[in-house]
């Protein structure tokens, strides 16, 4: 052990180092953080590869995992190495250059743990390492070996439960999305239901040395605490209200010291009745003190929202100039097609923001907020549910009465109240704007892609008797996804559980029930007697006794009947094109600088029917050079754009869909663009590909 005064010593140096690190200009050849850098622009000052050239891209290397299926991950590189993860959430290094793997760790065997976006890289200058999540846990990797670093938490890893209260100790609780590091501190995002049975979605920073929690940020307000009054008195006691949460990620000013964190709604998504009140520090973008999680200030971009309006992707730390004046701002894209901008140390607006009058709710029991906040500038990025038309229908659908007779029966107004006669959600569930993100140029433009894809909301009320108890607890937690028939929306994304006894046997089904997977979550909440009445009723099975004791989980009186997109018969959007799109907006005026479709709907351009857009998960990256670089669409390409002009300047076919936002970088003086092909989602093949490409 070292003596009192080598200690003392020993920590002034560290100190020093770090202080000379911080002083230091970042390695511009590396991708070292999530989307780029802590400001989570998405940009690169690299500009061996640009317009003139991108002709000349050409495969450099390949890694294939062993395994397949979607992979979401922006992968880091720093100093040679490119840290990833697999499909099956195993992180990995490799030799940029070559692609040559230096090490993996995890078990696929035994983790039934959701897609992953990628990993956090920490280092003082002497030790460097890999945090990244599989399941619940959070773990602390040696980044040149890969093996666990035992002294931080318990042998390497810290159950992302801790610090929450004894309430959520069982629930579901993984995180998709890089943890932001900031000096010693790591602050995780987290995923959890979307029920009511969701744990509370606290904000928490963790130390990155021995992975015990520094600071916790309440989402719903302890009495006491700002926003408390803003639920009911108990909401904060997580029996019967959670989430709140921030899954997509945070961006960290750390010349400042400001954390920006983008939530979620409150669980139970769609109906909120045992939560009357705005529902703060939900659906907000928080400014917090990144060493304390103190409050500077906040935004909510969604009161009490019903609609599953969560903050899909970091904001974007940006430098702008109004009236002559350079101002450090943040920007928020949402899945509603906004864009908010904001000074980033005030919190004041930069454009005006009204409160937009919207419809009450007609559920028993709701009480829906009357105003709802709308930027005046930029304008949305995708269309909305007001606009649309009745002849707005798909011109190359075969049943165009139906869907006409169908967009005519729903609710079009903006942000009206859920209801039983049924809302068209556009921009849909999914956004509008994604978790892939926004990219943007140190001159203030804003590169988004968005979704164009309508969806169907309608709400009943929850059965309050059933002969069979399984189907109660099914019609709460499953009905959403796999439909009250347990047909699904194969279209949707949601597979039949029709005949599942006969495909999978009852120990995966088990294993699937109690711990998620893909983007299902797992329902440790619920008793295992009542798991198996839910295994029992997918399985067509005779309703075993129903005991005498009944569960103590909170059942909302209403229940949405699915996420069901808004198809043709062939399952093509039943709205008129574009179906993506590509934007590029400056910030410095509100005004766009262009807007295109982008992608291509691959039933459509088999026939020669191309530009129509096309669904698009990952985002954008933009380089000094003057090039726009992604993946995305479903149609398994690689497009790279002029930035200035959106002119398409180069086509590369994937072997599967990049549902991933590529990263860039340099070694030994060669410019790469990396890209993870995982494909699966929207019905894409599945594939097993990291692809980086050079001159």
């Given at each position: 052990?070292?003596?009192?005064p080598?200690?003392?010593?020993?920590?002034?140096e560290l100190?020093?180092?770090i202080?000379?690190?911080?002083?230091?200009p970042?390695?511009?050849?590396?991708?070292a953080?999530?989307?780029g850098?802590?400001?989570r622009?998405h940009?690169?000052?690299?500009t061996?590869?640009?317009a003139?050239?991108?002709?000349?891209?050409?495969e450099?290397w390949?890694?294939?995992l062993p395994?397949?299926?979607?992979?979401?991950v922006?992968?880091?590189?720093?100093?040679g190495?490119?840290?990833?993860?697999?499909?099956?959430?195993q992180?990995?290094?490799?030799d940029?250059?070559t692609g040559?793997e230096?090490w993996r760790f995890?078990?696929?065997?035994?983790?039934?743990?959701?897609?992953?976006?990628?990993?956090?890289?920490?280092t003082n200058g002497i030790?460097?390492r890999i945090?990244y999540t599989a399941?619940p846990n959070?773990?602390?990797?040696?980044?040149q070996?890969?093996?666990p670093?035992?002294?931080?938490?318990?042998?390497?890893k810290?159950?992302l439960?801790?610090?929450?209260?004894?309430i959520?100790?069982?629930?579901f609780?993984?995180?998709n999305?890089?943890?932001?590091?900031?000096?010693?501190l790591i602050?995780?995002p987290?995923?959890?239901?979307?029920?009511?049975?969701?744990?509370?979605?606290?904000?928490?920073?963790?130390?990155?040395?021995?992975g015990?929690?520094?600071?916790?940020?309440h989402t719903i307000?302890?009495?006491?605490?700002?926003?408390?009054?803003t639920?009911?008195k108990?909401a904060y006691?997580?029996?019967h209200?959670?989430?709140?949460?921030?899954?997509?990620?945070?961006?960290?000013?750390n010349e400042?010291?400001i954390?920006f964190?983008?939530?979620g709604?409150a669980?139970?998504?769609?109906?909120g009745?045992n939560?009357?009140g705005a529902n703060?520090?939900?659906?907000?973008?928080i400014?917090?003190d990144?060493?304390?999680g103190?409050r500077l200030?906040?935004?909510q971009?969604?009161?009490?929202?019903?609609?599953?309006?969560?903050?899909p992707?970091?904001?974007?730390?940006i430098?702008?100039?109004?009236?002559g004046?350079?101002?450090?701002?943040v920007a928020?894209?949402?899945?509603?097609?906004f864009?908010?901008l904001f000074d980033?140390?005030?919190g004041?607006p930069l454009?005006?923001?009204?409160e937009?009058k919207?419809?009450?709710s007609?559920l028993?029991?709701?009480?829906?907020w009357?105003?709802?906040?709308y930027?005046?500038?930029?304008?949305?990025?995708a269309?909305?549910?007001?606009?649309?038309?009745?002849?707005?229908?798909?011109?190359?659908?075969e049943n165009?009465e139906?869907?006409?007779?169908?967009?005519?029966?729903?609710?079009?107004?903006?942000?009206?109240?859920?209801s039983?006669?049924?809302?068209?959600i556009?921009?849909?569930?999914?956004g509008?704007g994604e978790?892939?993100?926004?990219?943007?140029?140190p001159n203030?433009?804003?590169?988004v892609?968005?979704?164009?894809?309508?969806?169907i909301?309608?709400?009943?009320?929850?059965?309050?008797?059933?002969?069979?108890?399984g189907e109660?607890i099914?019609?709460?937690n499953c009905?959403s996804?796999?439909?009250?028939?347990?047909?699904?929306?194969?279209?949707?994304?949601?597979?039949t559980?029709?005949?599942?006894?006969?495909?999978?046997?009852k120990?995966y089904?088990q294993?699937?029930?109690n711990n998620?997977?893909g983007?299902?979550?797992?329902f440790?909440h619920?008793?295992k007697?009542?798991?198996?009445?839910i295994l029992?009723?997918i399985?067509d099975e005779?309703?075993?006794?129903v005991?005498?004791?009944?569960s103590?989980?909170?059942?909302?009186p209403?229940?949405?009947t699915?996420?069901?997109?808004?198809?043709?018969a062939?399952?093509?959007?039943?709205l008129?094109p574009?179906?993506?799109t590509l934007?590029?907006?400056?910030?410095?005026t509100?005004?766009y600088v262009?807007k295109?479709p982008?992608?291509?709907?691959?039933?459509?351009a088999?026939?020669g029917?191309t530009?129509?857009?096309?669904?698009?998960?990952?985002g954008?990256?933009?380089t000094?050079?003057?090039?726009?670089?992604?993946g995305?669409?479903?149609?398994?390409?690689?497009?790279?754009y002029a930035?200035k002009t959106?002119?398409?300047?180069r086509?590369?076919?994937?072997?599967?869909?990049a549902?991933?936002t590529?990263?860039?970088?340099?070694?030994n003086g060669k410019?790469f663009?990396?890209?993870?092909?995982g494909?699966?989602?929207?019905?894409t093949?599945?594939?097993?590909?990291y692809?980086?490409?050079?001159?």
């Amino acid at each position: 052990m070292l003596s009192h005064p080598r200690k003392v010593l020993y920590f002034i140096e560290l100190i020093i180092l770090i202080i000379i690190l911080a002083l230091k200009p970042a390695d511009l050849t590396d991708w070292a953080a999530y989307l780029g850098g802590s400001d989570r622009n998405h940009y690169s000052t690299l500009t061996q590869i640009k317009a003139d050239n991108v002709d000349q891209l050409k495969e450099a290397w390949e890694y294939n995992l062993p395994d397949s299926g979607q992979m979401q991950v922006n992968p880091l590189i720093t100093q040679g190495v490119l840290y990833g993860v697999s499909s099956t959430v195993q992180a990995f290094a490799l030799d940029a250059s070559t692609g040559k793997e230096i090490w993996r760790f995890g078990d696929p065997l035994k983790n039934w743990a959701s897609t992953s976006r990628g990993v956090s890289f920490w280092t003082n200058g002497i030790e460097k390492r890999i945090l990244y999540t599989a399941g619940p846990n959070l773990w602390a990797l040696d980044a040149q070996t890969g093996k666990p670093i035992l002294s931080f938490g318990e042998q390497g890893k810290i159950d992302l439960h801790l610090g929450l209260p004894a309430i959520a100790a069982s629930k579901f609780i993984i995180s998709n999305t890089p943890g932001t590091i900031y000096h010693n501190l790591i602050i995780m995002p987290v995923r959890l239901s979307e029920g009511a049975d969701a744990a509370p979605g606290d904000i928490r920073a963790f130390d990155v040395l021995t992975g015990k929690l520094v600071w916790t940020f309440h989402t719903i307000p302890y009495p006491g605490e700002k926003g408390y009054t803003t639920w009911p008195k108990d909401a904060y006691l997580n029996t019967h209200t959670g989430a709140a949460n921030n899954w997509a990620g945070m961006a960290v000013d750390n010349e400042r010291g400001i954390l920006f964190v983008p939530t979620g709604s409150a669980g139970y998504d769609f109906y909120g009745g045992n939560r009357k009140g705005a529902n703060l520090f939900a659906n907000c973008l928080i400014a917090l003190d990144a060493k304390t999680g103190k409050r500077l200030w906040h935004f909510q971009t969604t009161h009490h929202d019903l609609w599953d309006r969560d903050l899909p992707a970091p904001p974007n730390l940006i430098t702008v100039t109004h009236r002559g004046k350079k101002i450090p701002a943040v920007a928020q894209i949402t899945k509603q097609g906004f864009v908010f901008l904001f000074d980033r140390v005030s919190g004041k607006p930069l454009f005006p923001i009204v409160e937009k009058k919207v419809m009450g709710s007609a559920l028993k029991g709701e009480k829906a907020w009357l105003t709802q906040p709308y930027p005046t500038l930029p304008k949305p990025y995708a269309r909305l549910s007001s606009e649309i038309q009745h002849n707005d229908i798909n011109p190359y659908s075969e049943n165009k009465e139906e869907l006409i007779n169908t967009l005519a029966s729903l609710n079009k107004s903006w942000h009206a109240a859920p209801s039983e006669k049924g809302n068209l959600i556009l921009p849909g569930f999914d956004g509008g704007g994604e978790w892939g993100g926004a990219a943007a140029d140190p001159n203030g433009i804003l590169y988004v892609n968005s979704n164009e894809m309508a969806w169907i909301q309608k709400m009943v009320p929850t059965k309050k008797n059933s002969l069979n108890p399984g189907e109660k607890i099914y019609q709460t937690n499953c009905q959403s996804c796999h439909g009250a028939d347990k047909k699904g929306n194969p279209f949707s994304g949601y597979p039949t559980l029709v005949g599942i006894s006969s495909k999978k046997s009852k120990t995966y089904i088990q294993q699937i029930i109690n711990n998620g997977k893909g983007m299902m979550p797992g329902f440790n909440h619920l008793s295992k007697e009542e798991k198996d009445h839910i295994l029992s009723f997918i399985n067509d099975e005779l309703p075993k006794e129903v005991a005498s004791k009944t569960s103590n989980s909170y059942v909302s009186p209403y229940q949405m009947t699915g996420y069901i997109k808004f198809l043709d018969a062939k399952g093509l959007p039943a709205l008129s094109p574009p179906w993506g799109t590509l934007n590029a907006i400056d910030l410095n005026t509100g005004k766009y600088v262009w807007k295109i479709p982008f992608g291509d709907e691959p039933a459509l351009a088999k026939q020669g029917i191309t530009g129509t857009g096309a669904e698009n998960y990952g985002g954008p990256i933009v380089t000094a050079s003057g090039l726009l670089i992604i993946g995305a669409a479903k149609d398994g390409k690689l497009r790279i754009y002029a930035s200035k002009t959106g002119k398409l300047l180069r086509t590369i076919t994937l072997p599967a869909a990049a549902f991933a936002t590529p990263s860039t970088y340099a070694v030994n003086g060669k410019q790469f663009i990396v890209i993870a092909c995982g494909g699966t989602k929207l019905g894409t093949p599945k594939g097993n590909k990291y692809i980086a490409f050079s001159l």
